[in-house]
């Protein structure tokens, strides 16, 4: 599974953003997909996952202003951003899990910076 991160850039707070992953390879394998972050010194964090069936995951610090939604006909995740913070300042990541067999892929980083 390969897995391209695209959107990230700079914005102001309060802003918005979109994230995209398109997923290519075995991804009829692929079980759950997610967006992490990550800032310098810090370890990656989980911003929001979907799995196959469809419940999300919300990290606390995104809950009422991240979606995460997965279009399976496109191969693409997503994650709407709003009322962006400085605090989501961070290097997105998106994450692919597979069935079989059980592995977890990452796509190559998307920087979202936003300022105060």
């Known amino acids: 599974v390969q897995l391209q991160a695209s959107g990230g850039g700079l914005v102001q707070a309060g802003g918005s953003l979109r994230l995209s992953c398109a997923a290519s390879?075995?991804?009829?394998?692929?079980?759950?997909m997610g967006w992490y972050r990550q800032v310098p010194g810090k370890q990656r964090e989980l911003v929001a996952q979907i799995p196959s069936d469809g419940n999300t995951n919300y990290a606390d610090s995104v809950k009422g202003r991240f979606t995460i939604s997965r279009d399976n006909a496109k191969n693409t995740l997503y994650l709407q951003m709003n009322s962006l913070k400085p605090e989501d300042t961070a290097v997105y990541y998106c994450r692919a899990i597979t069935r079989v067999p059980i592995a977890a892929y990452w796509g190559q980083g998307t920087l979202v910076t936003v300022s105060s």
């Open positions: 390879g075995s991804i009829l394998s692929i079980n759950v």
